[in-house]
């Protein structure tokens, strides 16, 4: 019974980690803040000026999958990026593709700038986190 009870704690753990939703040198939640508390989870429904900016991005080649993208000013005037998405897929490179391809949109079609980096939440089907990334210097 002590075997069970330690393989589930570990498993528990392992599990706690890997859905953390960061990337290899992603760093953790607890690394340099974003200000104010960001969510673990959201609805499945975008806002409809999230949902206006997706529709621009996917008409300039982005992926189909993203469905919504709101920006904010966040800590130090950072963009802080929140995407939904409808790929289930929350591995670390089609994660590489969507970050590379959504900054270079915003960067050379809205005029976002990103010279001292972003913070991102991608948020899946089930508006559960798969990504969070701080990508500042």
């Known amino acids: 019974m002590r075997r069970r009870a330690g393989l589930a704690t570990v498993l528990f753990t392992a599990s706690v980690s890997l859905l953390g939703g960061c990337t290899p040198g992603s760093g953790t939640a607890g690394d340099r803040s974003a200000g104010s508390p960001r969510p673990n989870a959201t609805t499945t429904v975008a806002p ?3 949902a206006r900016l997706a529709d621009r991005y996917r008409k300039a080649g982005g992926s189909e999958d993203v469905y919504g993208i709101q920006r904010a000013d966040g800590p130090g005037g950072v963009p802080v990026l ?3 998405t409808r790929d289930a897929d929350d591995d670390a490179e089609p994660f590489d593709r969507l970050k590379v391809s959504l900054t270079d949109y915003l960067g050379r079609e809205e005029g976002v700038d990103l010279s001292e980096g972003y913070l ?3 948020f899946g089907p089930d508006g559960s986190l798969q990504h969070r990334l701080d990508a500042r210097p």
């Open 82 to 84: 929140t995407v939904w």
């Open 48 to 50: 409809d000026s999230a």
């Open 120 to 122: 991102i939440d991608v």
